[in-house]
């Protein structure tokens, strides 16, 4: 079915302003020191009033634009991860991590790094690495070595293995909402290409970090003993994790969205700390990241439209009608550069409707989910700005070596580009091939 060729118009370029100002605005935070939900908020402010002078968006349709499946699946996660901190269950696990590798940096590298990619594939990148960045400094600061390789590999290893589920990595939670992916589909097709990628990651970093992982630590006693201080929730938390997982796989067959299974397994972690007032783990909620999406949402919804989103699909469609592969992994390659220089979710918020416009004009557009979903997981490593899991363990990493007046143990943006930058390229490289070798299978339709 051939549509008509668009008109570029004034509403179109109302939207595309507000949302090129905010974009641009949102990643330079660092020069003006806004915080970007403040400046998300205010963009989607000012496109529900221009939508509505123009006649194309209002306040109505900015609520419908908002994605509820994504603001309450992550509310409910981070909720769920407050509850389970404070019983020092986490601590006890990165301390017997400690106690195995036995001074043996590499192996503590990898049990590590182990440990924050399973975390990461049920609760999403950024809340695993304000988990473990603290326990790794304490960890490194007993043993006498570097911090920095530890919270380097944390942050790119929980980045590349968030990629495998679809609640591990924001972005994905806005492509499976989007494309209507279940759980069980969108591990089956990202599974093996993310372990892939991730053997290449550890394999890299070995590599990277050579001089520090051949330092002598000193080898400290580490006694777990005592340090899980509330076993009832822990042990509770654990069974209602394993039976939110059995339920993320059955999600689909039992009609529920993700984020109902996420809600009812808060509901029952309440329940087991019924002594303790749930104001205590709702504040811990990230509020300000939630309405960061619900304002990047209701932007996203404006620039619809206005049909600019769809504007702009018309001169991407020749090139996907002429060759899907090289479009794949056109895709794949362009999402990670343009995720390695920005946050990861605006960049994912905008390509969302492109690709939906495409599929609304017949095109199979399945394996440029899959496409997007690796170049913005992968891309994400690239710098120190790619994830808001990167940004946490560069906050971190200042903060310590302010504390402890030792510059060295600060990651700069020009280290993160040296070690980061690497592991980027080897993984897009190792899963472009992946794409190619078994494009037949990325590109089978979701919905037969």
Known sequence: MEHAKLVFDTPMMASAIILVITFVAIFTEGLHHIHRTKVAMLGAAAMV?????????????????????????????????????????????????????????????????????????????????????????LICQALKVSPIPYLLAAALLS????????VGDPPNLMIGSAADID??????????????????????????FKKNLAEKPTIPNFSSAGV????????????????????????SSLHWEAWVVAALGLTVMLLITREASPDKFLAEAELSLLMFFV?????????????????IGQFVLPLVQQDMLIACLALMWGAAIMSAMIDNIPFTAAMIPIILGMEAQGIQVTPLWWSLALGVGMGGNGTHLGSTANVFIVTLTERLAKREKDPSLAITPGLWFKKGTPIMIL??????????????????????
């Open 49 to 137: 009033l221009v939508g509505q002078y123009f006649g194309v968006y209002n306040a109505e349709l900015a609520i419908e634009a908002i994605d509820w499946n994504v603001v309450f699946l992550l509310g409910a996660m981070m909720t769920i991860v407050a509850i389970m901190i404070p019983t020092g269950g986490f601590q006890a696990i990165a301390y017997w991590i400690a106690k195995v590798s036995k001074g043996r940096l590499f192996l503590l590298l990898v049990m590590m790094g182990t440990a924050v990619t399973v975390f990461s594939l049920l609760l999403d990148n950024v809340t695993t690495v304000i988990i473990f960045g603290p326990l790794i400094v």
């Open 427 to 448: 993984t897009l490289c190792v899963c472009s091939i992946a794409m190619w070798v078994f494009f037949d299978f990325f590109a089978t339709p979701l919905h037969q």
């Open 295 to 311: 304002s990047l949402f209701v932007i996203i919804g404006g620039v619809e439209h206005s049909h600019f989103l769809e504007w």
């Open 183 to 208: 759980f069980n589909t969108f591990f089956m097709r990202m599974g093996g290409i993310v372990f892939a990628a991730w053997v290449v990651t550890l394999i890299a970093l070995r590599f990277l």
């Open 228 to 251: 899980l201080q509330d076993k009832r929730t822990w042990y509770g938390a654990l069974a209602v994790l394993t039976i939110m997982i059995v339920l993320f796989i059955m999600h």
């Open 159 to 166: 980045d590349t293995g968030g990629v495998a589920t679809l």
